[in-house]
């Protein structure tokens, strides 16, 4: 069964912080997306890797093929850090692009 | 350049009514999806559209759920004899190409509640 598993479900931290939120799947992914999700609004796509690292003002994403992992990291977080950010895999076999399969989302509150 | 444009914002449906959804996509882009959020629930891929195709409904209800994507027009999503169990947040996301690695830019969403 294709699966992404993300952690932790819900994160605090203190402003200035550095975070990692952690996304695992099952099999053979042909690319993978950060998204962000504020409270009640829209879906924001932070970075789409299918292999090594990428890297936009505080926040780093990289990607392990072998391990089928991947990692978010924001730097020097800020409380308008705090969203859902949410991780989606297209599958190797799972059809059409766009045809995603989604984390649960971790739950990040930066307090200041 | 106006981002992917979702309306309404907000809907409010009585059980049975038909509930339309539309999306305009960016400026450039022919490819559009719509995905699902239930409540308490993660994201879930519903179709794939391009203009006056589908592409993958794999994702779709088998009753009740449509979507086109005309050749002038937004792409709409369209839930006949809506029931409370419809009532979520439906985004929809646009790409400007075809291809494998496409990064996706999302809309706003539309929340239905059905009363």
């Known amino acids: 069964k294709n699966e992404v598993e993300q952690s932790p479900q819900n994160l605090t931290a203190q402003e200035g912080e550095f975070i990692t939120i952690n996304c695992s799947y099952s099999?053979?992914?042909?690319?993978l997306h950060w998204l962000q999700q504020h409270p009640g609004g829209g879906i924001v796509s932070l970075f789409m890797?299918?292999?090594g690292k990428k890297k936009h003002g505080r926040l780093i994403a990289t990607i392990n093929i072998q391990e089928k992992h991947s990692s978010l990291h924001i730097t020097a977080s800020h409380p308008r850090d705090s969203a859902v950010y949410i991780c989606?895999?297209?599958?190797?076999?799972?059809?059409?692009?766009?045809?995603?399969?989604f984390g649960k989302g971790t739950k990040l509150s930066v307090k200041p | 350049n106006a981002g992917v444009m979702q309306n309404p914002r907000h809907l409010v449906r009585r059980r049975g009514q038909e509930a339309r959804l539309r999306c305009s996509p960016m400026?450039?882009?022919?490819?559009v999806y719509w995905y699902r959020q239930l409540p308490e629930e993660g994201l879930k891929f519903m179709v794939y559209?391009?203009?006056?195709?589908?592409?993958?409904e794999s994702g779709m209800p088998k009753e009740r759920f449509s979507a086109e994507f005309p050749k002038e027009g937004p792409s709409i999503l369209r839930i006949q004899q809506v029931v409370r169990g419809d009532s979520a947040a439906y985004f929809c996301?646009?790409?400007?190409?075809?291809?494998?690695?496409?990064?996706?830019?999302f809309g706003e969403g539309s929340r239905l509640t059905v009363l």
């Open positions: 989606a895999v297209r599958f190797e076999e799972g059809g059409s692009q766009g045809n995603l399969i």
């Open positions: 400026k450039g882009h022919s490819h």
């Open positions: 559209l391009q203009k006056e195709n589908i592409i993958d």
């Open positions: 099999v053979g992914i042909s690319a």
């Open positions: 890797l299918s292999s």
């Open positions: 996301a646009s790409s400007p190409l075809p291809g494998r690695r496409e990064k996706l830019f």
